[in-house]
Every structure is written in C-alpha cells, then in structure tokens.
C-alpha cells in the first residue's frame, strides 16, 4: 500500500500526486516518506500540492526553509513562504495578466478594513483565475476568522480543484465552528466521493449550524455512501438537522422517511416548523399527502403553516386539492357540510351526490374513493375543451354499462 502511495506521489499526473499527498498523511513520520515528500517538494509545481506537502514535512520536523536553501532556491515561490511573511507575499504576487478590477478587489481584501476585505473577498470568487485561486488559499492562514471563513466559500464558489488539499487540511486544523459551517459545504463543492469520510466526520460536532450544514454538503455530493451516516442524524436533538437528514434520504429513494417527517410535524413547535421545510422542499405527491394526514391533528398555527404550503405545490393529487378547499373553507367560515356535499359532487359531468353515496353504499367505501379521484382526472382530460359535457358524460357512463353487462 505504501509503496503504491509513494510512486503516486513521483507521477508526472498532477491529479494522481495531489490524491497521493492526502493519502500519505498516516505514514508523515516515516523516515522514507519523508525523504520521498523532500523531493517531490522541490520540484512540485502546482501551489497547493506544494503546499501541502510543505506542512507534512514541517509536521515531521523537517526545516523547510533550509531544505529550499540547500537544493539552490529552487522552490523558492514566494507564496509559500511562513506566515511571518504573508503581508510581503500576497504584495509581491505577479498581478499584470490579471483584470483591473480583479487586482483592486486583491488589495481591499489584504487592507486591515475587515468590513471591505470581506466583501471583496466575496466579489473575487466571480473570477475564475488561478492566480484568485492562490491568492484566496493563502487568505485561509489569515488569522482573522471572517477573512478565513469567506475566503474558504469563495474557493467553494471558485470551483477551481487545486484548493482541495488546503479545504483537507483545515477540515484537520480549524477550529471555529462558524468556519467549519462553510468549509463542509466548500469540501463538497470540490469534492465528490472520495470526500464523503472527511465531510461526514462534522456530523459529530457540538455546533448544530455545523451539523445542519455538513448534511446540506452531502446532499450537494450527492452520494449513496453519505446515506449511512445521515441516518443517524434523524434522532439528532435539533429540528433543523433532523428536517435536513430527512430531505436528503428522501432524495436519496428512502420512502420510509415520510412517516419519519410526519412524526416530526405532530411534535409541534420548531421541530414542526423544520419538518415543513424540508417537505416543502421535496413538493411531491408523497410530502403532500403527508400534510393531509397530520393537518387536523396540530396546532391552528401549524395548520396555516400546511395550508400555505400546500397552496405552493403544483402536483397535487384530488384527495389534496379537496383537503386544501375545505381547510381554506373552514377558515374563512365557509360551512363545512356545504363543502362536503360539493366533494361529494365532485367535478362527475352531471353527477350528484345521491349517486355519489349509492354507488359507495354497493361497494367498498375506500377502494371507490381512489378510484373516483383517479376517475375525476381521467374525466377532465377527456372532457377538456367540449362544450356539450353533459350529454357526452352520460353517452360515456351508457358506454360504460354496455361494456359490463
């Protein structure tokens, strides 16, 4: 295995070096690792490869700065230097291929005005440049938080692979629970697979934002091997980690996790409210059908919440849409009764609710209630754009009786 890592580490494949890197971490104080990581150092050329092997071999005792003297200057790039000279090195970063624009937003963001630093942080993941990039993976060693906090979303928004190693790192190093909220979302941005692990690790965090968050960056991964870890989470004690653990298994082709979102809704309060999020979210068939079986079972509060939200889902089935006319009935005074008997009546061409009830009498109950919904849409399609529905519904029921007898 350890061999296999170490000529990875020698390949002429950039890709295959920057996945060798990560996996040699284990093995940084063997004395042949470190040898390897020394010459693969000095004549590594991607940044963030480099730096990353800079902070193994620092981690396993090794001078750099003496190693980079001795081999002649050669890796000299001075955006590696240690952070007691930063300042001069982002100052001395070449800037003559990059835009105007892309240059005044570098010195608002190196500028001790944080406010201002942080908005052209912001601004800079706009432009795609590696030269950006470089710049931004040296603002994540800034020791103000909100300058390393909004430089690691914008290398997430960047999209450009070569940060990866640094956003590994600090997923090893950070610290401050606010940036870790970003930087699992970063990681999943430039990521994929192969990150699952170290993302999922942040589950495990006291932060709630961080948990919610780490299951947000799943989702954007978008892998069934998150799904084990995400489970779990919907016993977590907080409503909106526990809402986002259900959105993502149900995009996941868990079925079962409906009934887990109508637990959470009956709960009632934040927990409800969290619940509904995500089923607003999935506007499926399913999420609706799970708001009409708890709405007349919560608080007129958590009702309205479902109305709203069921207003806002386009497909819908029959049994919904009735379900959403008398909720909206009841409240606004609209006689209940009269509701029914107009459901009763349904959108049958010439129907009534007499024939309603006698066919219901005959057979059973339930089975002709989802077989007259489903009927009420085939009906409309057909009907759509007659004029004479009257006449040609009782032709099509005469029909009907002509095929059975």
Same mark, same amino acid.
């Given at each position: 295995?350890?061999?296999?890592?170490?000529?990875?580490?020698?390949?002429?494949?950039?890709?295959?070096?920057?996945?060798?890197?990560?996996?040699?971490?284990?093995?940084?104080?063997?004395?042949?690792v470190?040898?390897?990581?020394?010459?693969?150092?000095?004549?590594?050329? #991607?940044?963030?490869?480099?730096?990353?092997?800079?902070?193994?071999?620092?981690?396993?005792?090794?001078?750099?700065?003496?190693?980079?003297?001795?081999?002649?200057?050669?890796a000299?790039?001075?955006r590696?230097?240690?952070?007691?000279?930063?300042?001069?090195?982002?100052?001395?970063?070449?800037?003559?291929?990059?835009?105007?624009v892309?240059?005044?937003?570098?010195?608002?963001?190196?500028?001790?005005?944080?406010?201002?630093?942080v908005?052209?942080?912001?601004?800079?993941?706009?432009f795609?440049?590696?030269?950006?990039?470089?710049?931004?993976?040296?603002?994540?060693?800034?020791?103000?938080?909100?300058?390393?906090?909004?430089?690691?979303q914008?290398?997430?928004?960047?999209?450009?692979?070569?940060?990866?190693?640094?956003?590994?790192?600090?997923a #090893?190093?950070?610290?401050?629970?606010?940036?870790?909220?970003?930087?699992?979302?970063a990681?999943?941005?430039?990521?994929?697979?192969?990150?699952?692990?170290i993302?999922?690790?942040?589950?495990?965090?006291?932060?709630?934002?961080?948990?919610?968050?780490?299951?947000?960056?799943?989702?954007?991964?978008?892998?069934?091997?998150a799904?084990?870890?995400?489970?779990?989470?919907?016993?977590?004690?907080?409503?909106?980690?526990?809402? #986002?653990?259900?959105?993502?298994?149900?995009?996941?082709?868990r079925?079962?996790?409906?009934?887990?979102?109508?637990?959470?809704?009956?709960?009632?309060?934040?927990?409800?409210?969290?619940?509904?999020?995500?089923?607003?979210?999935?506007?499926?068939?399913?999420?609706?059908?799970?708001?009409?079986?708890?709405?007349?079972?919560?608080a007129?509060?958590?009702?309205?919440?479902?109305?709203?939200?069921?207003?806002?889902?386009?497909?819908?089935?029959?049994e919904?849409?009735?379900?959403?006319?008398?909720?909206?009935?009841?409240?606004?005074?609209?006689?209940?009764s009269?509701?029914?008997?107009?459901?009763q009546?349904?959108?049958?061409?010439?129907?009534?609710?007499?024939?309603?009830?006698?066919?219901?009498?005959?057979?059973?109950?339930?089975?002709?209630?989802?077989?007259?919904i489903?009927?009420?849409?085939?009906?409309?399609?057909?009907?759509?754009?007659?004029?004479?529905?009257?006449?040609v519904?009782?032709?099509?029921?005469?029909l009907?009786?002509?095929?059975?007898e």
């Open positions: 295995m350890l061999e296999k890592i170490l000529e990875d580490l020698r390949s002429p494949d950039e890709n295959m070096r920057k996945m060798a890197v990560r996996k040699v971490i284990p093995y940084v104080n063997n004395p042949q470190v040898e390897v990581l020394k010459e693969v150092y000095l004549r590594e050329k #991607n940044v963030a490869t480099k730096f990353f092997i800079k902070r193994l071999l620092e981690k396993a005792g090794v001078d750099v700065k003496s190693l980079t003297s001795s081999a002649g200057g050669r000299t790039d001075p590696l230097a240690d952070s007691s000279s930063q300042a001069s090195t982002l100052s001395s970063t070449p800037k003559s291929t990059l835009p105007a892309v240059q005044e937003l570098m010195e608002k963001a190196r500028g001790s005005n944080e406010d201002e630093a908005e052209a942080i912001k601004k800079l993941a706009e795609p440049y590696e030269e950006v990039c470089d710049f931004l993976i040296e603002l994540t060693y800034s020791q103000s938080r909100k300058k390393r906090l909004y430089a690691v914008s290398l997430g928004l960047l999209g450009i692979k070569k940060a990866l190693p640094r956003l590994i790192e600090m #090893n190093t950070e610290k401050d629970d606010f940036v870790k909220a970003t930087l699992v979302k990681l999943a941005r430039l990521g994929g697979v192969g990150e699952v692990e993302v999922a690790r942040f589950l495990k965090e006291a932060d709630p934002r961080v948990r919610a968050n780490t299951i947000e960056a799943l989702e954007i991964i978008s892998n069934p091997a799904v084990k870890y995400v489970i779990p989470m919907l016993q977590d004690p907080n409503p909106r980690v526990r809402a #986002n653990a259900v959105r993502f298994l149900s995009k996941m082709g079925a079962d996790i409906l009934e887990e979102l109508k637990k959470l809704i009956q709960e009632g309060g934040n927990t409800a409210k969290a619940a509904l999020f995500a089923i607003k979210q999935m506007k499926s068939r399913d999420a609706a059908s799970v708001l009409v079986e708890v709405v007349d079972s919560v007129e509060g958590i009702k309205q919440e479902i109305i709203k939200i069921m207003e806002e889902f386009a497909d819908i089935s029959e919904v849409k009735w379900k959403l006319t008398e909720l909206k009935g009841v409240s606004s005074g609209v006689s209940t009269k509701i029914k008997d107009e459901r009546v349904g959108a049958s061409s010439g129907g009534s609710s007499g024939n309603f009830e006698t066919v219901a009498e005959v057979l059973d109950p339930d089975k002709f209630r989802r077989l007259w489903k009927q009420q849409d085939l009906l409309r399609e057909l009907l759509e754009g007659v004029k004479d529905r009257k006449k519904a009782e032709a099509f029921f005469a009907v009786l002509e095929t059975i």
